[in-house]
């Protein structure tokens, strides 16, 4: 999965709508994701993204290896990484680089 553009609730449930549909198709559920976002969203949206993942149909059977290339956008995505985990939604990390998030990925079960 690779994103690019602003960073909103609508495009989030669009694209994370958009991966369950490959996932479910495919039977694969570990997601590499690669984003460069123009803006990052709000807080409050980040604090909306654990509704998001289930209104999608995300749960923890999901691993994400997520790689943000921006780095003004890093500290918003980790926090929505953290929020998600708090609740124990989907499982992943966060990378700043795409080979290390590849070999994670790989290595988890």
Not at 13 to 38: P, R
Request: proline share 2%.
């Amino acid at each position: 999965m690779n994103v690019r553009g602003m960073g909103n609730y609508e495009n989030a449930l669009f694209m994370w709508q958009s991966v369950v549909d490959a996932c479910e198709h495919h039977q694969c559920f570990k997601v590499l994701g690669e984003q460069y976002l123009f803006d990052s969203v709000s807080t409050a949206e980040a604090f909306d993204h654990p509704a998001l993942f289930k209104k999608v149909g995300i749960s923890k059977k999901y691993t994400f290896a997520w790689v943000d290339n921006n780095p003004r956008t890093r500290e918003t995505t980790q926090f929505v990484r953290d929020v998600l985990a708090n609740r124990s939604i989907g499982y992943g990390r966060l990378f700043t680089d795409v080979e290390a998030a590849k070999r994670w990925l790989l290595e988890q079960n």
